[in-house]
């Protein structure tokens, strides 16, 4: 596939934060001054950074409850995104939504989200607003192999389709929800095949190829931003570290999780384009640096930030926006 050097370099960036980002908070975890629940997506990067490299801040993603790969391949600030999981203050949603509620809507990242299968209603909710507001925006809808099996993404996929709304469903089947693999969860185990009786197309891809994943979601994007409607894509991944910070993994063996490193996708990326001579080596080891900077630099910010006031408790419950924007109310029924 087509891209050039710089798209090449950010992509590159942006999944060296996301595992030195997730490989941090593996260690920081453990020290016991993370409050809350944390899910890595270590291992899943080429994912969310093949998806997103294709979008502007005028698309949207819905995420999961391992939401901090997709912020930050969607551009949301890493230090903002840091103390948010201190529950500081500076954070992305001042320090009160934490690791399962980190949004930043001006970056088009509506939120991680706590409920499996919450995600693919918001995803057709702000395609309807796109579509209807005559825009070319899109959304990819980000959930796992469980949230596969829930009524609410069904439904999405359904309504989607009638609807043409311009959705692209990302399944990333990581094996597990938590600690049950999709073998043994999913009715056919063929997740791609499910979103063909909804009359999209579907896809199913190498989710540990960057590549793989980027050509696919190039062809779904364009595709929804035409009016053409959802497509599916199921990119078969995995996560590297528990289902949880705290989980012993005991489901898993250690023959499975080595055969999935072996094909690492930040040392695919990296053996691809330097073999081809696309990017050297040694910029790619300045980014390498350049990340571990910056992820060192949130974490003593965060130590160091101020805990949200106490006046601060009742605020941001709900969102305050213009009567002008309830066209919904205003207008005739929806028809689209
Ligand atoms: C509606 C609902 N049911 C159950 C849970 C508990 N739960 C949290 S994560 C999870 C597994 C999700 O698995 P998957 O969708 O494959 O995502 P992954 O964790 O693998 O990224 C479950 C069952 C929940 N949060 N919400
Ligand atoms: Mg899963």
Not at 157 to 167: R, Y
Not at 186 to 197: E, K, L, Y
Not at 251 to 266: K, P, T, V
């Amino acid at each position: 596939m087509d891209m050039d050097r710089n798209s090449l370099v950010e992509a590159y960036r942006r999944m060296r934060t996301i595992r030195e980002f997730e490989d941090r908070l593996h260690k920081d975890f453990a020290g016991g001054e993370i409050p809350g629940f944390v899910h890595l997506y270590a291992g899943e990067e080429a994912v969310a950074v093949g998806l997103c490299s294709h979008l502007g801040d005028g698309d949207f993603i819905t995420s999961t409850h391992r939401g901090h790969g997709h912020c930050i391949a969607k551009g949301v600030d890493t230090a903002g995104m840091m103390a948010e999981i201190y529950g500081k203050a500076p954070g992305s949603c001042n320090g009160k939504g934490g690791s399962m509620h980190i949004a930043d809507v001006d970056k088009g990242m509506l939120g991680a989200n706590g409920i499996v299968g919450g995600g693919p209603p918001l995803a057709c909710g702000a395609a309807l607003s796109a579509k209807k507001r005559g825009t070319d925006n899109v959304v990819i809808c980000f959930f796992g192999d469980g949230a596969s099996n829930q009524g609410t993404t069904l439904e999405g996929m359904n309504l989607a389709g009638v609807w043409k709304l311009p959705v692209v469903f990302v399944c990333e089947n990581n094996g597990y929800a938590e600690t049950t693999s999709y073998k043994y969860s999913v009715s056919g185990t063929d997740i791609a095949a499910r979103a063909r009786g909804f009359g999209m197309p579907s896809v199913a891809v190498d989710g540990l190829d960057f590549f793989a994943v980027a050509e696919a979601a190039g062809e779904a994007i364009a595709r929804a931003r035409r009016g053409e409607g959802p497509t599916f894509i199921e990119a078969q991944t995995y996560r590297y570290y528990g289902h949880f910070e705290g989980d012993s993994i005991a489901y898993r063996d250690r023959e499975e999780e080595e055969s999935f490193r072996s094909r690492d996708c930040l040392s695919r990326f990296r053996q691809t384009v330097t073999s081809q001579g696309l990017v050297e080596a040694a910029d790619l080891d300045a980014i390498d640096g350049a990340v571990a900077a910056e992820i060192e630099q949130a974490v003593t910010d965060a130590l160091s930030a101020p805990d949200p006031s106490l006046d601060s408790l009742t605020t941001d419950v709900y969102v305050d926006f213009p009567a002008s924007q309830l066209w919904m109310f205003q207008d005739e029924p929806v028809r689209v």
